[in-house]
Structure formats: structure tokens, C-alpha cells
């Protein structure tokens, strides 16, 4: 406070006299100018009396002197009342300006009377602050004791201070640990809910499709049950058929045996003229016996037109009751209608013939069983495809929120994987995160795992493929990450267990040295060419154990075909005896997959 005060003071003390200064020097030089414009007038006026002296000397003695004399006398006049004008106007404004400067020299004089008051006032104002600060510096004397006191209860309380910062430091951590633990279970908690919904939503689609195969079973079992009693009633027939028929050859035999005596009599007529009236009453009694066999046969063969509408009655059943089928089958594929289709059409073209050419009971009952064969073939399909489609649905309600699978330009067909393979392959992506997978086979199970280790990049995808052509189709319509390796080897025919199977060339050497937790097996196809043989896809059972990390998954897709179901068991022995714990699962669907996992990953069997 004082440094302020004495500041103020020698600012005002600076400002005062410097303005009073430049007054007096501004005065001053206005005053110079004054005196040297008086000089000059002076000057120019002493000039004009010793020229009017020079013409007054000279006396004027010629006239033309004189008038020119007088001219320039006048000009000269002219002229310096001109400049006296000019001075007189020069008078009035210096006049002017010294009434200015006298004006601004009294406002200063009043400034300096008013500053000399201000400056006792400051003065006054200047002691009031010194006892003020004598008084606060007393005060601040008091406070610094109190300041000091202060500090020493402010390190107390710093100290306290770091104790409760480090209390509170580790109740932050517990708190953060159990926000993450809470978080943790509220994700869980979360999946359990969507694995409850799923699973509810799979019950409700098993429970629906249990009852529409239960309904079915007892629709097929009614109408195996009409089959049976359609089979008894053609039985019944065939054997009244029979006996009618035997009674058709005995009465053909009397009538033979009829005949032939007719003709004995009728030869022994001309011997015996003389019977010729017994004769002919023989004759009329055998007539009338002859008119009642064939009545009798009449009837026989009305009893049998009879028999026969019955049977095509019967028929005509039996196409209706397989036209019901058909149409109970309506929630099947076209393929699987069109194959129906085509049974029945040959059932029907069978019982036909049956009709035409009567053929015997035997081979209608064979037909039967061969419908009763074809139709549980029908039905095995029917299940087959009802789980594929579970299974898609299962897929795309899986994937939906999925964070990584977003290119889903994916067209399960044919040979190609199924919806029961992309789902098992899915949930082991997503769930078991493998670091080394093995595809066997370029396809639509390369793009699901592309797509994994595009958002996994420590992951190493190894894509196993023999055709160049269908490796640049591939790659041109999808964009396979840097840590995905296309490894090309063609296909060589080995002797395997008195067999010719295909296999890849120098697969052994390519993957010496590397375990893979994930292998997909989808090659070589099962169509690869037109030679059957025992086995197909028996690479990896060269390979095991050595390329299998310590937690494995083996997908095998196609085990339904007999080669691969044959590859499979062996693989299976391999494992067995290399004395590796697995665990196996087979999933249904359009086409079977085999999942075969360490023990350590048993619970993928089960998904």
C-alpha cells in the first residue's frame, strides 16, 4: 500500500511542473515570432522613408523621371499598403492568438491553483494512509503469527490429507474393480438372457416341429394301417380269385367231359337209329344240363366283373390315400415334392400295370414295401431339411449383432456348407478366438473366418485350395485380409488301404512345424471325379498328431457320403491311438457335420 502511494505522489509531482514547462516555452516562442514580424514591418517602413528622401533629393528634375518616378512611387505605395494590410491583419491574429495564449495561460493558472489544493488533499490523504498503514501493519504482524499458526495446522491437515487421498485412492480401486466385476456380470447376465430367448425360441420351433412330425407319424401310420387292410382285402380276393378260377377249371372239365361224351353218343346215333327218340331226350336233359352250367358260369363271371370293380375300387383308394400324402407333404421342398411326385407317379404307373396285367399279389406286396421304403427316405429327408432350416434361423438370429461378421454375401448350396456348419463354425469363432486355423477347402467357410481374422489380426488363417482358376474367382469377389495365406497344391492319387484316393500334394512338407487350433475339412469333394472309392479327405489323418495345438476343433462336413463317414472313423482310430482325450458330436442337417474337440472345448459338442 505505501509503494502504491508514493508512486502516485512522484507521478503527480512529474506531471505538474512538465506541464507548466511547455507552457512557458510555447509563450515564449509565440513571442520570438511577435517581435521578429514587428522587425520586419519596421524594416520595410524605414525603407519606404529613405526612398520618399531619395525622390525629394533628386528633385524631380526631369518630368518623365518624375513620372516614372510617381508610377513606381504609386506602385510602391500600392504595394506596401498591401503589406501594411497584410501586417494589420497579421496584428489582429497575433492579437488574436496572444488573447488565446492569455486565456490558456489563466486555465492553467486555475489548473495550478486546483492541482496545489488536490496535492494538500493528497497530502492529507496521504498521512490518513500512513497511519493506516502503521495500523495494518501491526494487524499484519498479528496475522503472520496467526499465518504461521495456520501453516503448521495446514501441514497437520496435509498430512491428513495424503492419508485420506490414499484411503480414498484404494476405495477408488475396490470401487473400479467392482464396476468391472458389476459390468462383467451385467454382460453375462445379458447373454444368458439372449442364449434364455434363443434357446426358448428353439424349443418353441422344436416343440412345433415335434408335433407337426407327430401328426405326421400318425397320418403315415393311418395310412399304413389302410395299406395293411387294403393289403388284406386284396389277399381276400387273390384268394377268392383262386377258388373261383378252380371252380371255373372244374366246370370247364365237366363241360369237356361233356362234350366228348356228346360226341361218343352222337357217333353211336347213326348205330343206333332205333334209339334216336331216347337220344334225343338224352340230349334235350343234357341241354338243359349244358344251359344250367353256363348259367352258373354266367354267374361266376359276374361275380368275378364284380371282384374286379371292387379291386379297382380299392385302387382308386389307394391312389386317393397317396394323393392325400402328397398333399399332407406340402411343407416340403420342391426337390423333395417333386420326388414324392415322381414316387407316386411310378406307384401308380405300377398298380396300373398291376391292373392291366394282373400281376400277382407277391409283387404288389413288393411294390408296397417299396413304397413304404421310399416314403421313410422322403421322411428322413423331410427331417433333414426341417433342421437345416432351424439351423439358419438359429444363424441369423445369432449373427445379427454380431461385432465382426458384417459381409453376410453368403450362399450355402449343393456342395457347398450348409447352415448347420456356418452356425458351428460362428459360435467356435466368436467363442474359442483360435490364433491358427487350418481351412481345407476354398468357400463360404473362408469368408466367415476372412472375416474373424480381419478383426482379429494377432489370428493366422492358413486357406488350403487346389484350383488356380477358382482361387482368382475367389479373390476377385473377396477381399481376403493380409494375415490370411492362400497355400495352392494340386491334387496326386495314392494307394491307401487297397485304394486310390486323391489327396493334396506336399501338404505334410507345406505345414511342417505348425499346430492349429481350428481345421475345417470340405475337400476334396465327394464329386471330385467319377471313381468310388472307400475313403476321401484322408489328409489330416497324415498329419495328426503333429499338427494339432494343445485345445483343437476338427470340422468335418459331409459325413453323411460314405467315403468321408469312412475317413472320419479312421481319423478317430488315429486319434485314439496317439492318445489324445476328444470329445464328438454329429450335427444334422442338409448335409451331417462332425465336430471333434479337446477335451478342454467338450462343451462345442453340445451347442
Not at 495456520?150 to 470401487?175: A, G, H, T
Not at 404288389?364 to 417299396?370: C, G, V
Not at 461378421?405 to 474359442?432: G, K, V
Not at 494307394?495 to 475337400?523: Q, S
Amino acid at each position: 500500500m505505501n509503494k502504491a502511494l508514493n508512486a502516485i505522489k512522484q507521478f503527480l509531482k512529474r506531471l505538474l511542473p512538465a506541464t507548466k514547462a511547455d507552457l512557458e516555452k510555447r509563450y515564449i516562442a509565440l513571442e520570438a515570432q511577435h517581435k521578429v514580424q514587428a522587425q520586419t514591418c519596421d524594416k520595410m517602413a524605414d525603407a519606404q522613408k529613405e526612398t520618399l528622401k531619395l525622390v525629394a533629393a533628386l528633385g524631380l528634375s526631369l518630368e518623365n523621371a518624375e513620372k516614372t518616378q510617381s508610377t513606381r512611387n504609386e506602385k510602391l505605395l500600392q504595394t506596401l499598403e498591401k503589406m501594411q494590410d497584410s501586417l494589420n491583419a497579421n496584428n489582429s491574429i497575433r492579437e488574436k492568438q496572444w488573447l488565446s495564449l492569455e486565456r490558456i495561460w489563466n486555465a492553467l493558472n486555475h489548473q495550478d491553483e486546483a492541482r496545489e489544493k488536490q496535492w494538500s488533499s493528497v497530502e492529507r490523504i496521504w498521512d490518513v494512509l500512513k497511519k493506516q498503514d502503521e495500523i495494518r501493519e501491526k494487524q499484519w504482524n498479528s496475522v503472520e503469527r496467526i499465518w504461521n499458526v495456520l501453516k503448521s495446522q495446514d501441514e497437520i491437515r496435509e498430512k491428513q490429507w495424503n492419508s485420506v487421498e490414499r484411503i480414498w485412492n484404494v476405495l477408488k480401486s475396490q470401487d473400479e474393480i467392482r464396476e468391472k466385476q458389476w459390468n462383467s456380470v451385467g454382460r453375462i447376465w445379458d447373454v444368458l438372457k439372449k442364449q434364455d430367448e434363443i434357446h426358448e425360441k428353439q424349443w418353441n420351433s422344436v416343440g412345433r416341429i415335434w408335433d407337426t412330425l407327430k401328426r405326421q407319424d400318425e397320418t403315415r401310420e393311418k395310412q399304413w394301417n389302410s395299406v395293411e387292410r387294403i393289403w388284406d382285402v386284396l389277399k381276400n380276393q387273390d384268394e377268392i380269385r383262386e377258388k373261383q378260377w378252380n371252380s371255373v377249371e372244374r366246370v370247364w372239365s365237366v363241360l369237356k367231359r361233356q362234350e366228348e361224351t356228346m360226341e361218343k353218343r352222337w357217333n353211336s346215333v347213326g348205330r343206333l337209329g332205333g334209339l334216336l327218340e331216347s337220344g334225343a331226350r338224352i340230349q334235350m336233359e343234357q341241354q338243359a344240363k349244358f344251359a344250367e352250367i353256363i348259367r352258373s358260369q354266367t354267374q361266376t363271371l359276374e361275380h368275378a366283373k364284380k371282384a374286379k370293380t371292387e379291386i379297382h375300387e380299392q385302387l382308386q383308394a389307394v391312389k386317393s390315400d397317396q394323393s392325400k400324402v402328397l398333399s399332407n407333404l406340402k411343407l416340403c421342398t420342391a426337390e423333395q415334392q417333386a420326388r414324392f411326385a415322381e414316387i407316386i407317379r411310378s406307384q401308380k404307373q405300377n398298380l396300373e400295370q398291376t391292373e392291366k396285367n394282373g400281376t400277382s399279389n407277391m409283387e404288389i406286396r413288393q411294390q408296397l414295401l417299396a413304397m413304404k421304403s421310399n416314403q421313410s427316405k422322403m421322411l428322413l429327408d423331410i427331417k433333414h431339411y426341417t433342421i437345416e432350416s432351424v439351423f439358419a434361423h438359429i444363424f441369423h438370429d445369432t449373427t445379427r449383432t454380431s461385432s465382426w461378421f458384417h459381409d453376410r454375401n453368403i450362399s450355402p448350396s449343393r456342395f457347398a456348407a450348409n447352415y448347420t456348419l456356418l452356425y458351428l463354425l460362428y459360435r467356435i469363432l466368436d467363442e474359442m478366438r483360435p490364433q491358427q486355423i487350418l481351412d481345407i477347402g476354398m468357400g463360404e467357410t473362408s469368408r466367415l473366418i476372412s472375416q474373424y481374422v480381419r478383426n482379429v489380426p494377432d489370428a493366422k488363417h492358413v486357406l488350403l485350395e487346389e484350383d488356380r482358376l477358382w482361387i482368382d474367382v475367389f479373390s476377385s469377389k473377396f477381399s481376403l485380409p493380409n494375415n490370411t495365406e492362400i497355400l495352392q497344391l494340386p491334387y496326386e492319387t495314392i494307394d491307401f488301404m487297397n485304394d486310390r484316393v486323391p489327396v493334396f500334394k506336399g501338404l505334410k512338407e507345406a505345414l511342417a512345424g505348425r499346430r492349429f487350433n481350428l481345421i475345417t475339412i470340405d475337400a476334396p469333394s465327394p464329386s471330385q471325379d467319377e471313381i468310388e472309392t472307400q475313403f476321401r479327405r484322408i489328409d489330416l489323418i497324415q498329419l495328426v498328431p503333429d499338427c494339432l495345438a494343445e485345445d483343437f476343433i476338427i470340422l468335418q462336413h459331409d459325413v453323411d457320403h460314405p467315403m468321408i463317414k469312412n475317413s472320419s472313423a479312421l481319423l478317430l482310430e488315429t486319434l485314439t491311438k496317439a492318445g489324445i482325450d476328444y470329445a464328438k458330436a454329429t450335427y444334422l442337417g442338409r448335409r451331417e457335420t462332425l465336430v471333434i474337440a479337446s477335451r478342454s472345448l467338450a462343451h462345442f459338442c453340445t451347442v
